[in-house]
């Protein structure tokens, strides 16, 4: 038997004009709270991000994260070298999507426009979390995937803040 959701695309495929009529003319008190919701969605610094961030300082504080990484002598080169370069494609990317592409250009919907790099960005993505995580194993063990991830969110979140 279908899923709800499917039936639910199926009512949005075969909606009449006058139900479709009926959904422009709202009145003003549901475009006022339509209009409230999205302001209370799109708010940039919520709880999540400034816990993320939070946490990811904290992190960084109390591993000792910058100079473990520069100056530790079990941290397998060959993979920390691989993972940076490809964790600077993920930024450079990100970069060129927020900063050209949406500030510059005034493009949102980059997906579209571009439709390869969210594609090359997460696979590059994967590929360097894998690479840093078998780097830094020797260093922090079992730990070492919960702190990259940390550090990940902390630096999604204040990415997030910027665009």
Same mark, same amino acid.
């Given at each position: 038997m279908a899923e709800f959701s499917e039936f639910v695309n199926v009512r949005r495929r075969f909606k009449t004009n006058e139900e479709e009529e009926e959904d422009k003319t709202a009145g003003p008190e549901e475009e006022e709270e339509e209009e409230e919701e999205k302001l209370k969605s799109s708010s940039r610094?919520?709880?999540?991000?400034?816990?993320?961030?939070?946490?990811?300082?904290?992190?960084?504080?109390?591993? %000792? !994260?910058?100079?473990?990484?520069?100056?530790?002598? %079990?941290?397998?080169?060959?993979?920390?070298?691989?993972?940076?370069?490809?964790?600077?494609?993920?930024?450079?990317?990100?970069? !060129?999507?927020?900063?050209?592409?949406?500030? !510059?250009?005034?493009?949102?919907?980059?997906?579209?426009?571009?439709p390869a790099v969210p594609a090359v960005t997460t696979a590059a993505f994967i590929a360097a979390s894998c690479s840093l995580n078998m780097a830094l194993w020797p260093v922090w063990s079992f730990f070492t995937p919960v702190i990259l991830f940390t550090q990940f969110m902390g630096v999604v979140m204040l990415i997030s803040l910027l665009g």
């Open positions: 610094i919520n709880r999540h991000s400034v816990f993320w961030i939070l946490a990811s300082i904290a992190l960084t504080y109390y591993v %000792d !994260f910058f100079s473990v990484v520069l100056k530790h002598s %079990d941290i397998h080169s060959w993979w920390f070298s691989v993972g940076l370069v490809l964790l600077g494609l993920c930024l450079s990317l990100a970069a !060129f999507c927020i900063v050209y592409l949406e500030w !510059f250009r005034g493009i949102k919907h980059y997906e579209q426009e571009y």
